[in-house]
């Protein structure tokens, strides 16, 4: 096997890799975890808040 051939394989594996990894993070089934991924630095934001007594209403 010839080296050349050998780089072409690699790129080859390399972009489907790449595509497969796009396609999963694009994928509808995924919105949700990664809409919840995004939002855990803000998730202690409002227990911080209570500790240091502030209050907000909402109505």
Same mark, same amino acid.
């Given at each position: 096997?010839?080296?050349n051939?050998l780089r072409g394989?690699?790129?080859?594996? $390399?972009?489907?890799? %790449?595509?497969?990894v796009? =396609?999963?993070?694009?994928?509808?089934?995924?919105?949700s975890a990664?809409?919840?991924? $995004?939002?855990?630095p %803000?998730?202690?934001?409002e =227990?911080?808040?209570?500790s240091?007594?502030v209050?907000?209403?909402?109505?």
């Amino acid at each position: 096997m010839d080296l050349n051939t050998l780089r072409g394989i690699t790129t080859a594996l $390399a972009l489907i890799a %790449f595509v497969g990894v796009w =396609i999963w993070a694009w994928s509808s089934k995924r919105k949700s975890a990664f809409d919840d991924a $995004a939002n855990l630095p %803000f998730a202690d934001e409002e =227990i911080d808040q209570l500790s240091k007594g502030v209050h907000h209403d909402r109505h």
